[in-house]
């Protein structure tokens, strides 16, 4: 099975990983950045490979938890993966509003090593939110007939969300 947890730049993706990790102890998490942390030094080049080294990690037929934004050429190659696994999957897409993203984006400590200056973040976080807010990110994430999507900005509901799938896919089982 797999989790994808979607959102905007600093919409709280990390956090809420941070969170999941001690309920699904059986679960791996991928995350971008932590690849991009891991492998990256900013330049392009190595952008690019830490995103290879990040796709190859997803595999088929294993528990995992994926953190990414769901957008743009990363988010594409996700679904593409995916869609030929024809695996079990949640999408959980936050709606982290805007104006909140755009504070902890001001306030943010660039740890990530990423080819663009981080100013370009500001940008980007508008763009993304225009894909979340329209319907468009969830509606690309429903296309795949075995991944449930849900959106929300309530927290606090996420566990309760993910720990109901898992059952579901259990009862699927038997």
Known sequence: MKILILG??????????????PILQDFEV???DDFRIQYGDGSMEAEENSKQIFFDAIVEHKNQIIEIMGTGD??????DKLSMFKERSVAIILQTPLEVCME???NREWKVP?????EKAFALAEKTDK??????LSALWKILDYCTVYET?????????????IKN???EKE
Not at 74 to 79: C, R
Not at 114 to 118: E, K, M, N, S, V
Not at 131 to 136: K, P, R
């Open 169 to 171: 896919k259990e009862n």
């Open 153 to 165: 900005n309530k927290y606090d509901e996420i566990e309760s969300i993910i720990i109901k799938e």
């Open 30 to 32: 991928i995350a971008i």
């Open 104 to 106: 902890r984006l001001k």
């Open 8 to 21: 905007n730049i600093a919409s709280g993706k990390s956090t809420i990983t941070q969170k999941l990790k």
């Open 131 to 136: 894909l979340i807010t329209s319907g468009t």
């Open 74 to 79: 990363t988010g594409m190659q996700v679904f």
């Open 114 to 118: 990423y080819p663009a200056p981080h």
